[in-house]
């Protein structure tokens, strides 16, 4: 019989880490195979969620809020990095038309 200590309301703790890799790995070669700004910022986005997944999940196996007050901060950078990354990516599209990263060589010039 398992204790409180080894399952979070049910459900191990060894799935929250399965999970929250396998969503982390879909983040990691979303940046490094695409090649669309938005769909890269997306899978910066799914990293970060991976990150805040996991560590709400050892919050709550260890009974330490520290691990919470982290995803706050983590979830504000996000906020702020939507902010500015979109209006970025605004930016971009408007001087090239395209939201192809391969295209941004031509704003060196």
């Known amino acids: 019989m398992e ?31 695409r090649r669309n700004a938005i769909v890269i910022f997306m899978s ?32 504000a950078l996000a906020a702020a990095e939507v902010a500015v990354g979109l209006a970025i990516i605004v930016m971009i599209y408007r001087n090239t038309n395209s939201t192809d990263i391969n295209v941004l060589n031509r704003l060196k010039w």
């Open 44 to 75: 910066v986005e799914l990293m970060l969620n991976a990150v805040n997944l996991l560590l709400t999940a050892f919050s709550a196996y260890r009974g330490d809020p520290a691990g919470q007050v982290f995803v706050f901060f983590i979830m």
């Open 3 to 33: 204790t409180v200590t080894q399952t979070i309301q049910g459900v191990p703790l060894n799935h929250y880490i399965i999970l929250s890799a396998v969503i982390f790995s879909i983040g990691v070669m979303g940046v490094l195979i």
